[in-house]
């Protein structure tokens, strides 16, 4: 319903804002509402959750955050709250690392995750979100070795979840990266 709502911040509390937009104020549910300013302009992108007794929004300072709390709350057991408790406790993109190091001892610290829930987030997650740090950096090996694992019908998701590890290590040629590519893919 609304994709992203800028307004000044009139009021802050422990779990939202109330954002004036028009002369509307918008009470905003954020992760750490404590670290913006009262009078400050921002830019929250919002996810409209609806349910029998309520409408809650949701919002978030970039859309990749955005993006990360849509597909976490796909997740059995993950509702809006649990997602919101987990970003105001990290960061998405170590979350995200979590899941696709299978770091299940890391995700039953989150809050409102147990060891079950822990592994369910790996099962569904798995290959489905890719931090953007990551994608960020460029590098035309990687590239090359990309299209070739999709030659060899690798999904996407699949070649981006290890790109972060095919990263940090240098290689003298493309077929070096393409075997340590298909090491870690066969695992």
């Known amino acids: 319903?609304?994709?992203?709502?800028?307004?000044?911040?009139?009021?802050?509390?422990?779990?939202?804002?109330?954002?004036?937009?028009?002369?509307?104020?918008?009470?905003?549910?954020?992760?750490?509402?404590?670290?913006?300013?009262?009078?400050?302009?921002?830019?929250?992108?919002?996810?409209?959750h609806v349910r029998e007794d309520a409408q809650v929004l949701f919002g978030f300072e970039s859309l990749d955050e955005?993006?990360?709390?849509?597909?976490?709350?796909?997740?059995?057991?993950?509702?809006?709250?649990?997602?919101?408790?987990?970003?105001?406790?990290?960061?998405?993109?170590?979350?995200?690392?979590?899941?696709e190091n299978q770091d299940v001892t890391f995700l039953k610290t989150l809050p409102g995750i147990g060891p079950k829930m822990a592994s369910q987030m790996v099962l569904d997650l798995k290959g489905k979100l890719v931090s953007s740090e990551t994608l960020d950096t460029e590098d035309p090996m990687f590239d090359e070795v990309s299209e070739m694992l999709q030659g060899l019908s690798f999904k996407k998701t699949e070649i981006n979840s290890i790109k972060k590890v095919l990263l940090i290590d240098e290689y003298d040629n493309v077929n070096d990266m393409l075997k340590k590519a298909l090491q870690l893919l066969s695992r």
Do not use: C, S, W
């Open 1 to 48: 319903m609304f994709a992203y709502i800028q307004g000044i911040i009139q009021f802050k509390f422990d779990e939202y804002v109330v954002l004036e937009n028009g002369g509307i104020g918008y009470q905003i549910l954020t992760p750490m509402p404590h670290r913006f300013k009262i009078g400050q302009e921002i830019t929250l992108y919002t996810y409209h």
């Open 66 to 99: 955005l993006n990360f709390f849509k597909t976490m709350i796909t997740v059995k057991g993950v509702g809006p709250k649990t997602g919101l408790n987990i970003l105001a406790r990290v960061p998405y993109h170590k979350v995200i690392d979590a899941i």
